[in-house]
């Protein structure tokens, strides 16, 4: 089986103001150093971008355009993707002149970034409406529909041209949604990669919000790499599905 790993960039700094509201998600000593000034526990691109490294892996990061100024991480993005991991647009969705804005991302997130090969919406927000378009505008792939909802794990074509790469695992679906402990979300997860495996999946996509990997949940991505590279899987990237014409 495949697996992909992906990461979307929901946001990346938060005011300390908010970060104490939420002090209990955080360990003390990332809690300390947050409050001293030390240490961003919003943008942990590159500490994700270690932890895989040091498995060989690789993986893929949508970044928006709309939520934060791109400004701030565009260095980082554009030295992990020289070092194959892979930054495609996490695009915002807007209900009035929707066709317009979603070109307007694209456009800002090309002028830095290189064509736009695939998207996911943020909120998971998609519809045939936004299907047709994201064929319209060139797009290869888009990863946001969850395996529930598309009833495979595998990639398939959702339209003529466009490639859906569903959503097997989300952080914010097992800790908000079913409000699991991590003990309980990773025993699920270990599970739902067997039940994949033996249903005759060729892929599994696992989806981890950046920002999430100091928190108390999201944190639990570190023990998911190190489980998979002691299993006989294969890390790949969306890009590799386009190329493997499996589809
Ligand atoms: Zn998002």
Request: aromatic share 12%; proline share 2%.
């Amino acid at each position: 089986m495949n697996i992909i790993l992906t990461h979307d960039i929901d946001s990346i700094r938060k005011p300390i103001r908010h970060i104490w509201q939420r002090r209990n998600r955080y360990r003390t000593k990332d809690l300390i150093l947050a409050l001293m000034g030390l240490k961003n526990l919003y943008n942990n691109i590159e500490e994700i971008v270690s932890l895989e490294d040091k498995y060989g892996f690789r993986s893929t990061f949508f970044t928006p355009v709309f939520l934060f100024n791109i400004g701030e991480i565009i260095d980082i993005l554009k030295d992990i993707k020289k070092q194959g991991w892979d930054v495609q647009l996490h695009y915002v969705y807007e209900p009035v002149q929707t066709l317009g804005l979603f070109r307007m991302q694209k456009l800002l997130f090309e002028q830095e970034l290189g064509a736009v090969e695939g998207v996911r919406t943020h909120m998971l927000i998609i519809n045939d409406t936004l299907l047709d378009m994201f064929q319209h505008e060139g797009i290869k792939y888009d990863s946001t529909l969850r395996t529930e909802t598309a009833g495979t794990f595998d990639p398939y074509m959702i339209r003529e041209k466009l490639i859906e790469i569903p959503i097997a695992i989300m952080d914010a679906d097992l800790f908000g949604r079913m409000q699991l402990n991590e003990e309980q979300a990773l025993k699920f997860i270990l599970w739902k990669m067997r039940y994949a495996e033996q249903k005759g999946a060729k892929y599994f996509t696992i989806l981890f919000h950046q920002e999430s990997y100091t928190m108390k949940g999201g944190r639990i991505y570190e023990k998911i790499v190190k489980h998979l590279s002691t299993k006989n899987y294969s890390i790949s990237l969306p890009k590799d599905v386009l190329n493997s014409k499996v589809v």
